[in-house]
């Protein structure tokens, strides 16, 4: 621990963003094809919102998947839905399991009745609980302030602040980052909270997102408490 911030001047962690990348390397490495390092990324995913209920973190936002991961072959694309689908029918089944109200990100007209049903109905019923889980799903940070912009036009908004915008997000009923971790050892942001991460600090390792454990969250939250952060202050 970095003695230079005393743990009475630490400031909490209320928001834990994630990009969880390189499910597909992790994959490569065993000789698997890339939709086992997804299925091995959704157990990732599960331990660590596991883990953050424990320790109190009050939102847990993951990218799961972008605008642009359209873009992969068919048969990724559709592993990726279908892991998602298997997830919704879990979280239907197990709904009081982490206690937490999901909210997904992203533009939900891309998807069929079904999915998209589903996805708004376990929104609804998980929608007075204080905590929050943010799927970012079809989610690209560009996209979302473009989709703010024509909200706010369409509501016939003629002087914005950055208060109104922020509630035209996605994530109007989050607080900001205060970590952003990416996994697989790129060093960008990828249209991921492109307004929100303003002011977040960075982590990035070099671990997969499939061996992204507990343990290691713990060490980028002991990392997070080493930054001294002044918002543009001094
Ligand atoms: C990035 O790794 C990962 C994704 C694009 C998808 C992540 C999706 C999941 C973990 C499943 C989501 C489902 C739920 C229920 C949260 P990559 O494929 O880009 O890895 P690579 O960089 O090694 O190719």
């Known amino acids: 621990m970095n003695k230079t911030v005393k743990s009475e ?5 209320r928001h834990i963003a994630m990009i969880m990348d390189g499910n597909g ?11 086992q390092g997804h299925r091995f990324g959704v ?17 847990v936002t993951v990218y799961a998947f972008s605008t642009e991961n359209w873009k992969r072959p068919k048969k990724e694309v559709d592993a990726i839905m279908k892991l998602m689908d298997h997830y919704l029918s ?5 709904l009081d399991r982490y206690n937490f109200r999901i909210c997904f990100l992203g533009d939900k007209s891309v998807f069929d009745e079904k999915r998209r ?6 929104e609804e019923k998980t929608k007075d609980r204080a905590r929050i ?9 560009r996209d979302e302030i473009v989709h703010a912009c024509n909200r ?16 035209a997000l996605y994530t109007a009923d989050s607080v900001d980052p205060d970590l952003i971790i990416r996994t697989g050892g790129d060093l960008r942001i990828s249209n991921f909270l492109l307004w929100q991460a303003a002011y977040a600090e960075l982590y990035f390792t070099d671990v997969l997102w499939p061996d992204f454990t507990p343990e290691e969250l ?13 918002f543009g202050g001094v």
Not at 25 to 35: C, H, I, L, S, T
Not at 152 to 167: H, T
Request: net charge positive; aromatic share 10%; glycine share 6%.
């Open 9 to 13: 001047e630490r400031q909490p962690i």
């Open 25 to 35: 390397r992790w994959a490569k490495q065993r000789g698997m094809p890339r939709e």
């Open 43 to 59: 157990k990732a995913f599960q331990a660590i919102l596991e883990h953050c209920s424990e320790i109190g973190i009050e939102i």
């Open 90 to 94: 879990e979280c239907e089944k197990k």
């Open 117 to 122: 049903a589903r996805m708004e109905k376990l």
């Open 133 to 141: 889980l943010n799927i970012a799903f079809n989610y690209g940070g």
């Open 152 to 167: 706010l036009i369409a509501q016939g908004e003629r002087y914005v602040s950055e208060e109104s915008f922020a509630k």
């Open 218 to 230: 713990d060490l980028a939250i002991e990392d997070f408490y080493t930054r001294k952060r002044r």
